[in-house]
RNA sequence: GCCCCCGUAGCUCAGGGGAUAGAGCGCUACCCUCCGGAGGUAGAAGCGCAGGUUCGAAUCCUGCCGGGGGCACCA
């Protein structure tokens, strides 16, 4: 019995209750149970007796007096006891839940999939740097996380596109291109343009792709150092993302959005939504009738167009597009884009439920103890490829999929690059390796789990803890899709690989000496090879591998 | 000044109103006759402060203190 069917039998079994008069409520819309964190709290638990005692009117132990009553009736339950102040603690009977892992290896990839977002397109947008410097440490956390997000949903169901928005266009564009140029005749980089090293490397290579480029006159020559420099850094950022695994389904750039006719199409739907108005020569967007602090320009006096125009273009041409969900993973330093985006959905007609914007709070790292600071512009950078060459591709998705990511983060280069157990990754993947050599090393031996097994033989603590643990995956994906949270599965996942070091530590999975194999050893393999596909199943959402062998 | 994020064990961090607040590292004491000891067992050690809501608060609300980030007819 899985939580889920336990909680569709105990939202049965109230709804019972309230049939036969029992409860002077409205039966609530759903239940739900919980593991609880003590062993002798019984296998789940749940708190409805609690909700449903003050609007019954009930003293809360009678109300879970009745509803135990019902409870111990249903197929599969051992004991209900009543605990406490009254929590209805559930002990299932033994071989109910084993039955799991039979379910589990059938399904193999799929366990763990739902369909709570089936039918929702979801457009991902995350990264979206400028195509002016290299990827640095925080772009690798909106890359690891945003592509676990991104996993996350595709297995509840929905249609994810990733995405990402290319700054193609304003005057950091030609200050890239300038800072280039000035490298390329050996000028001193003017104060406003790029300093990191890569400046120099770069323009080097634009010099070999156009050899003529420094006898052009000057505008020209620094449109065409703005121009390749683009290209090559677009590319080079490509190339790094391609390493670290996260492919983007669409690029994005500003200038197409002016290209192609999408600002005016936007402006033309929020003006149709009568938010716009025209003061001090420029146009606006009343932003502030929807939780924005000021009002937004659209059109300068001058008539340019600002860079929000653009957002708010980008936004509309996204829903245009067919999707239903727009979710942005943005740095802390664009926080201020959160009430002006909703704002902006708002104001092309849409609610809340259209748009999502998260914040990525930013990475900070210390190595040797002090702190290294991160700029693109004062040169001193540590680049996504920098720390992937010193971590590894899977350590350094792991390590930044297991924390929420609007909690700032300080890593310790030294501790991540020391690749030890002090790092989760390996423990998790350590786990499925060694699962993997008893597999194999079953195979070996010619034991075979053959077509079925007994489920009640698994009865054991550590067995029925490691089956129960197996058993809550699918919610554990349910809940990281529905918040946007994909560190709950590295979270559960650390749990898991303990609970199967616990049990391997405590139970013996094949025959041992001249030992013949039995019943029980077939078992086992059915409950490893089930521990090994979750193991497997929860790293790929977070992008990280599963290895046979370490 | 206003806005956002964060204050949980010595360190880095989990913890969607529930029972005795968890993990890893570090520290202390243990466990290998055969499946990978990159493992397991036990122990010491903590919710920034003050109010409020609630049967119940690390969690929700208010104020304060501390750390980080941000404010534009820049991009």
Redesign the pocket.
């Given at each position: 019995m899985t939580p889920a069917e336990l909680s569709a039998a105990l939202g049965a079994v109230v709804s019972a209750a309230v049939d036969a008069g029992e409860l002077p409520v409205p039966a609530p819309a759903t239940v739900s149970v919980e593991r609880?964190?003590?062993r002798?709290?019984?296998d789940y638990?749940t708190?409805v007796a609690?909700?449903l005692?003050?609007p019954a009117g009930m003293p809360?132990r009678a109300v879970a007096e009745l509803i135990a009553a019902r409870l111990r009736e249903v197929e599969g339950v051992d004991r209900v006891d009543i605990?406490?102040?009254g929590?209805l603690?559930i002990t299932l009977a033994q071989g109910s839940a084993a039955g799991l892992a039979a379910v589990i290896v059938a399904a193999g990839a799929a366990y763990g999939r739902g369909t709570g977002l089936t039918g929702t397109a979801v457009n991902m947008e995350f990264i979206s740097a400028?195509p002016t410097g290299p990827l640095h440490l925080g772009h690798t956390r909106w890359a690891a996380v945003g592509d676990a997000i991104a996993r996350v949903l595709e297995a509840a169901g929905a249609k994810v596109t990733r995405e990402f928005y290319i700054?193609d266009?304003?005057?950091?564009?030609d200050r890239f291109g300038a800072s280039l140029m000035a490298a390329a005749h050996g000028r001193p980089i003017p104060a406003d343009g790029y300093h990191g090293d890569y400046i120099a490397d770069l323009a080097k290579e634009v010099v070999a792709t156009v050899p003529h480029i420094l006898e052009l006159p000057e505008p020209e020559q620094l449109a065409e150092f703005r121009e390749q420099g683009y290209a090559l850094q677009l590319a080079d950022q490509q190339r790094v993302l391609d390493g670290f695994r996260t492919h983007f389904d669409v690029w994005s750039s500003?200038r197409a959005l002016y290209d192609s006719g999408a600002v005016e199409r936007g402006l033309a739907r929020l003006r149709e939504q009568g938010h716009m108005y025209e003061?001090?020569?420029?146009v606006w967007l009343r932003t502030t009738d929807f939780g924005d602090?000021?009002d937004?320009?659209l059109v300068?006096?001058?008539g340019?167009l600002?860079?929000?125009t653009a957002d708010t273009a980008y936004y509309v041409d996204k829903r245009a597009r067919g999707f239903d969900v727009c979710i942005y993973l943005l740095g802390?330093?664009?926080?201020?884009?959160?009430?002006r985006l909703r704002a902006v959905a708002a104001c092309a007609g849409d609610s809340d439920a259209n748009i999502s914007v998260l914040?990525g709070?930013?990475v900070?790292i210390v190595k040797g103890g002090e702190e290294v600071r991160l700029s693109k512009r004062a040169g001193t950078i540590v680049t996504l490829e920098d720390f992937v060459d010193m971590a590894g591709v899977d350590a350094v998705r792991y390590t930044l999929n297991?924390?929420?990511v609007?909690?700032?983060?300080?890593?310790?280069i030294d501790?991540i690059t020391r690749?030890?157990?002090?790092?989760?990754v390996?423990?998790v993947q350590?786990a499925h390796?060694?699962i993997?050599?008893?597999l194999r090393?079953a195979v070996e031996m010619g034991v075979d789990r053959g077509e079925s097994f007994d489920p009640a033989l698994l009865g054991t603590e550590q067995e029925n803890n490691l089956v129960l643990a197996l058993a809550q995956f699918p919610g554990v994906v349910?809940?990281?899709a529905?918040?946007y949270?994909p560190?709950?599965v590295a979270?559960y996942l650390?749990e898991l690989?303990?609970t199967y070091?616990?049990f391997?530590?405590?139970?013996?999975?094949?025959p041992?000496?001249d030992e013949e194999p039995g019943d029980l050893h077939r078992a086992r393999l059915w409950l490893m090879e089930a521990t090994r596909i979750v193991l497997s199943n929860g790293l790929d959402l977070l992008g990280v591998s599963a290895?046979?062998?370490?």
């Open positions: 609880p964190k003590q002798e709290h019984g638990a708190n609690l909700q005692a003050k809360p605990a406490g102040p929590f603690n400028n700054n266009r304003g005057v950091q564009m500003e003061q001090d020569g420029a602090d000021k937004r320009v300068k006096a001058d340019e600002t860079y929000f802390a330093d664009h926080h201020g884009y959160v009430n914040i709070q930013l900070k297991r924390y929420p609007d909690s700032p983060l300080t890593l310790d501790v690749q030890t157990s002090e790092n989760p390996f423990y350590y390796a060694r993997s050599s008893l090393n349910a809940t990281a529905e918040l949270e560190h709950r979270r650390e690989a303990g070091h616990r391997y530590d405590a139970c013996r999975v094949l041992m000496g290895p046979d062998r370490m």
